[in-house]
Antibody
Framework: QVQLQQWGAGLLKPSETLSLTCAVYGGSFSDYFWGWIRQPPGKGLEWIGE???????HYNPSLKSRGTISLDTSKNQFSLRLRSVTAADTAVYYCAREHRGVNRFDPWGQGTLVTVSS | QSVLTQPPSASGTPGQRVTISCSGS????????VNWYQQVPGTAPKLLIY???QRPSGVPDRFSGSKSGTSASLAISGLQSEDEADYYCAAWDESLNGWVFGGGTKVTVL
């Protein structure tokens, strides 16, 4: 059974760079896309972006080119970096496996709360 | 403001049927499949329904999905206390070229 475990810094100052990593345990790494989704406190879900097994990426335009998703196939890990964070980037960040063809996110990581505060 | 529109709340007594709507447009629900996620407060979302009406293994058959035009619905029949959670619809949007979500519906079991 596939499990996703994520980690990263939970407290940032404005203008710093958010950095999160998600490790994939069990199952194939190369047959799927891998995505990041975030959820501001008390609010709904927002798609951040995705990466395929070849390293091709795709981002939500609302991030205004601040995001970078990368892959480390040797470790079965993928990462998110978000530059120049502000308080508006405060959220729980989730990683998830994305099935293509019958498109869906399943499973999800446990989530990481990232707070941006001076 | 979410691209997909859901009612903020829904409720019912145990055993009742509850329906949650999700309204979109021709660039998302109208042309693509719809997924539903269940999120118990403090936990990660869990896939509940995919491809409009398919249930992953382990999801009870009292959860069902449907779609008509640019709207989709999630129905919970035989409501149980453990169904108290937030429910989100999601679809691929051709204009955004990315995923869009509804704002979520909080289901309360009275």
């Amino acid at each position: 059974q596939v499990q996703l475990q994520q980690w990263g810094a939970g407290l940032l100052k404005p203008s710093e760079t958010l950095s999160l990593t998600c490790a994939v345990y069990g199952g194939s790494f190369s047959d799927y896309f891998w995505g990041w989704i975030r959820q501001p406190p008390g609010k709904g879900l927002e798609w951040i972006g995705e990466i395929n097994h070849s390293g091709g990426t795709h981002y939500n335009p609302s991030l205004k080119s601040r995001g970078t998703i990368s892959l480390d196939t040797s470790k079965n890990q993928f990462s998110l970096r978000l530059r120049s964070v502000t308080a508006a980037d405060t959220a729980v960040y989730y990683c998830a496996r994305e099935h293509r063809g019958v498109n869906r996110f399943d499973p999800w990581g446990q989530g990481t709360l990232v707070t941006v505060s001076s | 403001q979410s691209v997909l529109t859901q009612p903020p709340s829904a409720s019912g007594t145990p055993g009742q049927r509850v329906t949650i709507s999700c309204s979109g447009s021709s660039s998302n629900i109208g042309s693509k499949t719809v997924n539903w996620y269940q999120q118990v407060p403090g936990t990660a979302p869990k896939l509940l329904i995919y491809s409009i009406n398919q249930r992953p293994s382990g999801v009870p058959d009292r959860f069902s999905g449907s779609k008509s035009g640019t709207s989709a619905s999630l129905a919970i029949s035989g409501l149980q206390s453990e169904d108290e959670a937030d429910y989100y619809c999601a679809a691929w949007d051709e204009s955004l070229n990315g995923w869009v979500f509804g704002g979520g519906t909080k289901v309360t079991v009275l």
